[in-house]
């Protein structure tokens, strides 16, 4: 059995934080994790973009970044879309394919990684798997594939708070080892 879990809640709390530790800890009990995260990427203290992850090979690269001067802009980044899909959906559409894989993460559902058609068609395809699903999703985006999720009957859609960020992983931790008990 499968579940679909997505964490969402206020910027900085602590979203993607709670999704690494997720995979850490369901690694650490034995599970195949794949698919992708996301983190800020820091220079001399300050955020200059975001970089992207590939959770099985360890590729990265860039999400966006102020640095670069093409690309579609969300704030004061440059999304660079083919990072996003050569890195990102890749990890996803990998992790869904191989049988040895779990557990698919994916961080996150945003304005930024929404700006691409193929990731919405890897978010669609992974809900629609029979894998279990973590990810994130921003807190106030508005677009029709986030409504989707959001209102799936299949998908549990968890709020990171102040409160419970320190031990949510573990949490969430044993309810997917539950799932996975199962036939």
């Known amino acids: ?22 995979v850490e800890e369901l690694k650490r ?14 220079e001399h203290g300050v955020r200059v973009g975001f ?7 360890g590729r990265e690269g860039w999400l966006a970044t102020v640095k670069e001067p093409t690309g579609p802009r969300v704030g004061k980044y440059h999304v660079n879309i083919e990072e996003l899909e050569s890195i990102g959906v890749q990890a996803i559409a990998t992790a869904l394919r191989d049988p040895q894989v779990k557990v698919v993460a ?12 193929a990731f919405k068609v890897a978010v ?37 708070t102040e409160g419970n960020r320190a031990t949510l992983h573990l949490q969430l931790a044993a309810s997917i080892m539950d799932t996975q008990d199962q036939p």
């Open 106 to 117: 994916i961080d996150e559902l945003g304005p930024m990684e929404l700006l691409s058609d």
């Open 124 to 160: 669609r395809q992974s809900i629609a798997s029979s894998k279990t699903i973590i990810g994130t999703i921003h807190y106030r985006a508005n677009d029709p594939l986030l409504r989707d999720v959001r209102n799936s009957g299949d998908v549990r859609v968890v709020e990171v």
């Open 51 to 57: 970089k992207v992850t590939d959770i099985l090979s």
């Open 29 to 42: 009990r034995g599970l195949q994790v794949g698919g992708m995260t996301t983190q800020e990427a820091r």
């Open 1 to 22: 059995m499968s579940c679909k879990i997505f964490l969402t809640g206020k910027p900085g709390i602590g979203k993607s934080t709670v999704l690494r530790k997720l």
